[in-house]
């Protein structure tokens, strides 16, 4: 985004640039016609000698008046501009004053050389080497003198110049025509050279500009990676510390084991929603932000996100209030996941920066012929914001002022992101602030027509419909029929678990071939397909179901958590996407909304354990799955135990430099090891998948390396 | 602030001192030098053309023939600004020829001093060049004798006799000193070469002086030294 200030400040460089490189032009032009003055005097004075070394009187000589002409003329045509060159160069005068010698030097040859021809070229020769000073003045200055020398000579010796003793007076007018001839085209070519060097210095300007922008970009990206380091690793610690002490602890009530699940649950929520985040600047950054809309109660949205912020609020004794100024639409047309995310990020900032007083959610609507809007307006009593850094809060990665980041975390990427949401949804995010008095931050989203919504003038008492609350403790999915297809043994048997336990009856198929075979004979409900596994990859496996007329709802599971992987499953026919490792709760979610148990307009997508995480090899590693349950356990320990054989498996197509088969059996285990609760050996099955793309093949045999190391640190 | 007070200020500024007086100093100085330069090369101090005889002098030694007009150039051997009088010659007379070829015999009276013994005044690279030109032949003029009988001063001096005798014109063709190039002089003689009428019979001839203040071409007593007069070839 470039502002008008920034185009300001480019175009202030290039005239520096160009200034510079004027200057440069100018002095250099300088030194050489300084040589050229001596040069100049050098040859009047040898010419002199040559040509007309004595004048006669009789038997009796002298030196002939030449040779002092061009001893003392031409010494003192090279004396002022080489003595200016000298001392003030590139200045005008200097060039002014070359100019000025340049064309009485002419005049000076001319007279040595007995006025032969081809020695006025010289007057012609001098404007085009002056037109390289690229400053048409040198030449004005330069034909002004040859003019006057016409005019004069024109005036007191005509015949000197044009050989008859009475000359129309304006035959110097002539001759200085033809100078003006020359000059015209010198000029034509200087200002282009002018032109091409502001088109340089412009460019040259802009390049500066940009990699000053860069290297402010890469420094800015610095300082967020090492924030974004302490904002993972915080909650990390916790995770694996209390881990820890769940694994070795075995006196521990089941209150106290209660208190490390939660705190386990909370830091890994938060490295959840940093992932989000990050994701949807990626998605943000690439152009890729979806926008899904529906109908749904702007009240009840707004009503929810304050009861969710509400008790953080009052954590931190300030209060959490809302207001509608003017009418209530019952429903707008926008995506309220979107619009969730958003007033969240506002209000969650709002009372992060607010110490005492209030945060204040105004709603308003806004009829226009342009289109409707909704404008939220977020009020706090804040500590604000500095004026001067107002601009520069809705960059990625920058927050009003870095110690901000030490005082109040945060990665710096959510006002960048609501900004792009306000836009994606057809508003804008806007900010005024006072420092030491507060903030507001109006947001502004279009709602579709209203035409024909009913407008409320008092709050509604109770929710409206639609906006569901998605964290859902238990989901009945009783009498669903579930066809789950996975090539990964461990993914089936705890999906299969996880479903299964909450009422649904699943099935099971290895390939996509399998998997088309029993959806088509049998009557499911949903199926869920994984889109990598043999013989026929889940992009085929669907498509094949829909052109026979497959109609129910087929799940998407893939560990790809990047752009373009959703609507890559969408266009084979997908109507739901779940990212591997699979959220329990999750999966329920989709399951039951596929289902018709119940609708979920777009639940979020999770990819936890994407992140690339070590463990360092002389503890032991245990999976996050609760395998206290004797059934996850089960399946656990037998996944530990087929380790080793994939293991051995992918060495093997090394050694036969299969890679096919090493990127099979990688993704085999990236899948199985991120279900089983091995983050580790998902984020190692992905980094050999990598190196087979690469061919890298001593990276390769590292990752295996590191491979076998954890496989010697598993338990369950 | 008006003009005066702007330039006042700016006579007392240290800009003036460092710029502006150099610069105009400058300027007067290669301005006066421009002005010297170029009023020396129309500079001359020969005798009005009216000195010259109007009728062939009956005293020289010159032969004429009859019924045919007689260009005669008058020169300094080592002259280095009759060089362009020479070269003007050739053109006139390359024009000459390309138009009727009517070009007259021409006589080159080269001046040399009384009795000189010394070489460098023959055959100089000035009387080597006018020797070239069509119909020339050479005068040898030890002293000058003929240059003051025709009363040429300068050397450069052109005139041009008719077939009777009569001067037709006497004077220089360059438009400068030792300067090539259309001049009135020029113009003016090729008229009368072509049979027309020149609105001038002379201007002036620029070139070093034939005779010096203290007499002829002398390096002794001047004097009768007719074996040299009419050496010819």
Not at chain 1, 189 to 215: C, F, G, K, P, W
Not at chain 1, 355 to 361: P, R
Not at chain 2, 69 to 82: M, N
Request: aromatic content about 6%; some cysteine.
């Amino acid at each position: 985004m470039t502002s008008e200030f920034d185009d300001q400040q480019v175009s202030q460089r290039a005239a520096q640039i160009l200034h510079q490189h004027e200057q440069q032009i100018y002095a250099r032009t300088d030194r050489m016609f300084a040589v050229l003055l001596v040069g100049q005097w050098a040859a009047a004075v040898l010419g002199a000698i040559w040509f007309t070394p004595r004048t006669w009187s009789g038997s009796q000589w002298s030196v002939h008046p030449h040779v002092w002409l061009a001893v003392f003329l031409g010494g003192a045509l090279c004396a002022l501009p080489i003595w200016f060159v000298w001392r003030r160069p590139g200045a005008v005068v200097t060039r002014q004053s070359v100019a000025i010698a340049q064309v009485l030097f002419s005049t000076l040859l001319i007279q040595i050389t007995g006025g032969r021809l081809e020695t006025h070229f010289h007057v012609f020769g001098s404007l085009a080497f002056l037109a390289a000073y690229r400053d048409w003045r040198v030449l004005i200055s330069a034909t002004a003198v040859v003019a006057a020398d016409h005019f004069i000579r024109g005036v007191y010796w005509p015949q000197s110049v044009f050989g008859i003793y009475a000359s129309s007076p304006w035959r110097w007018v002539e001759h200085s025509t033809w100078v003006l001839f020359e000059d015209l085209f010198l000029i034509i070519v200087i200002r282009q050279t002018t032109h091409e060097m502001q088109s340089m210095s412009m460019q040259a300007a802009q390049l500066q500009d940009a990699t000053e922008r860069a290297e402010a970009a890469n420094r800015i990206k610095g300082e967020f990676v090492a924030n974004m380091s302490h904002e993972i690793r915080t909650p990390l610690n916790a995770i694996l510390g209390y881990t820890e002490i769940l694994a070795r602890d075995e006196k521990a009530d089941a209150r106290q084991r209660r208190e490390y699940v939660d705190t386990i649950r909370t830091g890994g929520r938060h490295l959840l929603e940093l992932i989000n985040n990050i994701l949807d600047l990626s998605k943000i950054e690439f152009g890729r932000l979806q926008v899904e809309r529906s109908r749904f109660s702007p009240h009840q949205l707004i009503a929810d996100v304050a009861s969710v912020l509400r008790v953080q609020a009052q954590e931190r004794g300030i209060s959490l209030e809302y207001r509608w100024e003017g009418p209530i639409p019952e429903t707008i047309d926008s995506d309220s996941h979107r619009l969730r995310q958003l007033l969240i990020n506002l209000v969650g900032n709002a009372i992060k920066f607010t110490h005492q007083g209030s945060v204040i959610i105004v709603a308003r609507i806004a009829r226009d012929v342009a289109g409707d809007q909704l404008t939220l307006e977020v009020q706090d009593t804040g500590i604000g914001i500095p004026a001067d850094r107002l601009d520069d809060i809705f960059k990625s990665f920058v927050q009003a002022d870095s110690s901000m980041t030490r005082c109040y975390g945060g990665t710096g990427l959510g006002l960048t992101i609501s900004k792009n949401l306000a836009i994606a949804l057809g508003g804008d995010l806007s900010v005024e602030s006072q420092l030491g008095r507060g903030s507001v931050f109006t947001a502004s989203v279009a709602t579709g027509d209203l035409e024909g919504v009913p407008l409320h003038q008092t709050l509604p008492t109770s929710p409206v419909s639609d906006v569901v609350d998605l964290r859902i403790k238990a989901a009945n999915l009783a009498g669903v029929r579930v066809l789950l297809a996975d090539d990964g043994e461990t993914n089936r048997k705890l999906m299969n678990l996880f479903l299964t336990r909450e009422g649904a009856e699943v099935s099971t198929a290895a390939d996509g071939d399998m998997a088309c075979r029993m959806a088509l004979g049998e009557n499911f409900d949903v199926v869920l397909m994984d889109m990598q596994m043999p013989v026929m990859d889940g992009y085929a496996a669907t498509r094949k179901l829909r052109e026979h007329g497959f109609e129910r709802p087929i799940i998407a599971l893939t560990a790809h958590a990047m752009r373009g992987d959703r609507e890559k499953c969408q266009d084979a026919g997908c109507s739901g996407f779940i990212t591997k490792p699979v959220n329990v709760d999750e999966l329920v979610l989709q399951v039951r909304a596929a289902a018709g148990v119940e609708r979920i307009d777009d639940a979020p997508t999770s990819s936890v354990g994407s992140a690339k995480s070590r463990c360092p090899s002389d503890s032991i590693v245990h999976s996050s799955l609760p395998t206290s349950d004797a059934q996850i356990r089960e399946i656990v320990q037998e996944f530990v135990d087929s380790v080793p054989a994939r293991i051995e498996a992918i060495d093997r197509a090394l050694r036969e430099s299969n890679y096919d088969e090493i990127s099979r059996l990688a993704h085999g285990l990236k899948g199985a090891g991120g279900t089983a609760g091995y983050d580790g050996l998902m984020s190692l099955g992905a980094q050999i998948e990598q190196c087979v793309v690469g061919r890298e093949v001593d990276a390769l045999k590292d990752v295996i390396d590191e491979l076998k190391s954890l496989n010697s640190t598993l338990a369950v | 602030m008006n003009i005066a007070s702007i330039i006042a200020k700016f006579c007392t500024s240290s800009r003036w001192a460092s710029i502006g007086l150099p610069l105009a100093i400058w300027l007067t100085v290669v301005g006066a030098g421009w002005w010297s330069l170029v009023a020396y090369g129309l500079k001359y101090d020969a005798k009005p053309v009216a000195v010259s005889p109007s009728q062939w002098p009956t005293d020289s030694s010159i032969t004429r023939i009859d019924d045919r007009p007689l260009l005669i150039v008058f020169l300094h051997p080592k002259c280095p600004c009759s060089r362009a009088t020479v070269a003007e010659l050739h053109r006139l007379t390359e024009r000459l020829i390309a138009a009727s070829d009517r070009t007259p015999p021409i006589c080159v009276v080269a001046c040399t001093p009384q009795a000189s013994s010394d070489e460098s005044w023959k055959n100089t690279p000035l009387i080597d060049q006018a020797l070239k030109l069509t119909k020339a032949r050479l005068y040898s003029d030890p002293g000058g004798r003929e240059a003051s009988r025709f009363g040429a001063e300068v050397s450069g001096t052109v005139m041009l006799f008719d077939c009777v005798g009569r001067r037709l014109y006497a004077g220089g063709i360059t438009p400068a000193r030792g300067h090539v190039g259309q001049n009135a002089g020029g113009e003016a003689l090729t008229r009368l070469l072509t049979g027309e009428s020149a609105p001038i019979d002379g201007v002036p001839a620029l070139g070093c002086r034939l005779i010096h203040d203290d007499g002829p071409l002398c390096e002794n007593a001047c004097g009768g030294a007719s074996s040299h007069e009419g050496e010819g070839r």
